[in-house]
T-cell receptor, first 112, second 113 residues
Framework: SQQGEEDPQALSIQEGENATMNCSYK?????LQWYRQNSGRGLVHLIL?????REKHSGRLRVTLDTSKKSSSLLITASRAADTASYFC????????????FGKGTRLSVIA | DAGITQSPRHKVTETGTPVTLRCHQT?????MYWYRQDPGHGLRLIHY???????DKGEVSDGYSVSRSKTEDFLLTLESATSSQTSVYFC????????????FGSGTRLTVV
């Protein structure tokens, strides 16, 4: 299975600290995406990074991609209590023509 | 989420009964997906559709069927519900498979007793 694996499974930090989550996957990809899920809600798209990109920023989010190691990281800077959620990486395959495969997620708790 | 609705939001049903979940979109997107979310497994793809009457199986399709007779509606049917199908079911849509991004519904929590 291509399913990504996020690490750690759970993370608890203080408000204002940075949160880093990692994702590993198994086969070549076209792009990698990160999604967020608040408790009891659907997933919301955060950011997409293409296989030929190494780093991407969006507000307080920074995503890196290392295709040689088949891994990605999501950094949330200056975290807020409202960032408390589960975060999932999702990948397609190299063709870009397959449905996304989601990892198992990292549960982030930001304590005020 | 705007543009995609799932119904019902919650359902309790008995083992052996058929159940149909509905996903409705107003975005005119070509692709629609059904995922299930379970603790320890994340989201797993059940079935997806790439157009009216065009569907394909996902990773965990056994025990499920789908139909898409109109662009806006994608139905997921559990032919004979089992306790292992207790889960939260999410529908998602995208204009292009895999990219640029999926929009998810709010989910249906299904309990099979």
């Amino acid at each position: 299975s291509q399913q990504g694996e996020e690490d750690p499974q759970a993370l608890s930090i203080q408000e204002g600290e940075n949160a880093t989550m990692n994702c590993s996957y198994k086969t070549s990809i076209n792009n990698l995406q990160w999604y967020r899920q608040n408790s009891g809600r659907g997933l919301v798209h955060l950011i997409l990074i293409r296989s030929n990109e190494r780093e991407k920023h969006s507000g307080r989010l920074r995503v890196t991609l290392d295709t040689s190691k088949k891994s990605s990281s999501l950094l949330i800077t200056a975290s807020r209590a409202a960032d408390t959620a589960s975060y999932f990486c999702a990948t397609d395959d190299r063709s870009g023509n397959t449905p996304l495969v989601f990892g198992k997620g990292t549960r982030l708790s930001v304590i005020a | 989420d705007a543009g995609i609705t799932q119904s019902p939001r919650h359902k309790v049903t008995e083992t052996g009964t058929p159940v149909t979940l509905r996903c409705h979109q107003t975005e005119n997107h070509r692709y629609m997906y059904w995922y299930r979310q379970d603790p320890g497994h994340g989201l797993r793809l059940i079935h997806y559709s790439y157009g009216v009457k065009d569907t394909d199986k996902g990773e965990v399709s056994d025990g499920y069927s789908v139909s898409r007779s109109k662009t806006e509606d994608f139905l997921l049917t559990l032919e004979s519900a089992t306790s292992s199908q207790t889960s939260v079911y999410f529908c998602a849509i995208s204009a292009v498979v895999g990219t640029p991004r999926y929009t998810f519904g709010s989910g249906t929590r299904l309990t099979v007793v």
